[in-house]
């Protein structure tokens, strides 16, 4: 038996390469992430436009009708060219939710200029405690979101409450956000408050709010992972071509058995981290019950793949590779942030063994 991307897969994947090397590269990735919002409009508008914005929407709400595995082949280009753009966080977190547990009147009103890349979208879940209560035909938000990715410039917040999870519009009334401080400058966090901020009973999603993050998470986790790997396909990348042309002591540093072997432990764990991923994105598309296994897995090894590889390439590289100038700095903060970002490898290893019966 073969287990392989097909040719509109494969296709896909070089669609997204060709693209990010066009519209990602280290230039464009300064700018982004240099400016307030953290992404160019023009290339979150060219996503839509190439449909990547509505992979994982079914058709009957304006999507692409498609899955995991192709969000996985797309995620781990973006990975290797570290874009900076709201992607994650409206396709993988906010549109997510709303496929999984919106009902079908939410599903209409916002997934389709979701899949548009007309509305950017984010789900808040982390960091704070929100309470609601009802008043009349609106409910009352009160409380906290810590650590919301984009959440600054979200249009749509999906904000998991006491009760459940809620749909926010970004103009709702007495809800403020601000973008905070963090380690990598490449994707944006914020937090977000609702002071007694009023939305329609309607607005949340109908079943039990806890169930339904975790299964948003366990797909969340396995694009993220898709992420990870990508960067550390990069970080192996730049490692090999600068031992080849990096001379010292009159031959390349590639030739030295130290170099060799790092170079090789890297390739390991790369190739092992996209044996995981690429399973554990066929377990989220065909819904197995495997999925928290598969996520965890993912999840914890890609973690380590990125950090291990970001960390080896910064120190193959010397001198250099300690500059805010090289890309291999702007690697590094962003394996450090994505290990961080949904739970760090440790408690995901945990949770592998307590799903699989060793804890």
């Known amino acids: ?42 290339t979150w508008r060219a996503l839509g436009e190439l449909g990547w914005t509505s ?41 997510s939710a709303l496929v999984l547990g919106g009902d079908e009147a939410q599903k ?37 979101k810590q650590f919301v990715v984009d959440g600054h410039t979200a ?44 939305v329609p009973s309607s607005a949340r999603l109908p079943g039990d709010g806890a169930a339904l993050l975790e299964r948003v ?13 990508g960067g550390a396909a990069r970080c192996l990348e730049l490692s090999v071509d600068y031992a080849k042309t990096r001379v010292q002591f009159g031959r390349p540093i590639g030739s030295f058995q130290a170099i060799k072997h790092k170079c090789a432990d890297l390739l390991v764990l790369v190739e092992s981290a996209r044996s995981a991923c690429y399973w554990a994105g066929f377990v989220a598309a065909t819904n197995g019950d495997e999925l928290p296994i598969a996520a965890s897995l993912a999840r914890s090894y ?24 090289h890309d291999a700095h702007l690697y590094f903060r962003r394996a450090r942030s994505s290990a961080s970002l949904l739970g760090e490898p440790s408690a995901e290893r945990a949770r592998l063994g307590r799903h699989l019966g060793l804890a």
């Open 55 to 95: 992979l994982a929407v079914p058709e009957a709400y304006g999507g692409a009708g498609l899955g995991w595995v192709e969000l996985v082949a797309v995620l781990e280009e973006m990975g290797h060219a570290l874009l900076c753009a709201p992607f994650f966080s409206t396709v993988c977190l906010g549109a």
């Open 217 to 229: 998470l366990d797909r969340a986790k396995i694009a993220l992972a898709a992420e990870q790997l």
């Open 302 to 325: 890609s973690s380590e793949a990125y950090l291990r590889a970001a960390g080896e390439t910064i120190q193959i590289h010397g001198g250099i590779g300690f500059t805010w100038e």
């Open 155 to 198: 249009q749509l917040i999906l904000v998991a409450a006491a009760d459940g999870v809620y749909l926010v519009p970004a103009d709702t009334r007495r809800l403020s956000r601000r973008a905070i401080a963090t380690l990598d400058p490449t994707r944006k966090l914020a937090a977000v408050r609702l002071d007694g901020a009023r």
């Open 1 to 42: 038996m073969r287990f392989a991307f097909s040719d509109e897969q494969e296709a896909l994947r070089r669609e997204a390469r060709r693209f990010l090397d066009e519209h990602s590269a280290s230039a464009a990735v300064r700018r982004a992430m240099a400016g307030d919002r953290g992404f160019d409009d023009a």
């Open 108 to 144: 209409r009103e916002w997934l389709p200029s979701i899949a548009e890349g007309r509305t950017t979208a984010t789900l808040a879940f982390a960091g704070g405690e929100v309470t609601a209560r009802r008043d009349g035909g609106e409910v009352i938000l009160d409380g906290e």
